[in-house]
């Protein structure tokens, strides 16, 4: 991990994401999988409310029941990216990966019981 964490702090062109997916455990501490750097994007996804205090002022959101266009422009507008062509790319293939994983979520779940 110490590995990683120095590479994504190398990359000082900030073009970098680390994706915490259903993050919802308090006890994780999430912030040790941070690297130590003021440049680059960490998306993390939570039900759990506490974990607020990891988002910078008015970077949180509730998207509970927002279609895939609104998300790709909620996610444009928190990175503070502009909505070119490569952007909104990007943005779909995020937006289709949590969608992606909700899905195989949700699927294991109803199988499970």
């Known amino acids: 991990m110490e590995t990683s964490l120095r590479w994504l702090e ?6 970098w994401l680390l994706f915490f997916d259903n993050a919802d455990n308090v006890e994780l501490k999430l912030k040790t999988f941070f690297p130590e750097c003021a440049y680059g994007n960490i998306l993390i996804t939570t039900r759990n409310r506490e974990l607020r205090h990891y988002a910078g002022k008015d970077a949180d959101a509730n998207i509970k029941g927002l279609d895939p266009e609104d998300a790709k422009n909620l996610l444009l507008y928190q990175a503070r990216a502009e909505k070119s062509n490569e952007n909104m790319a990007l943005a779909d293939g995020i937006v289709q990966v949590l969608l992606s994983c909700t899905f195989v979520g949700n699927n294991f779940r109803s199988n499970s019981k």
């Open 10 to 15: 190398s990359q000082r062109d900030g073009s």
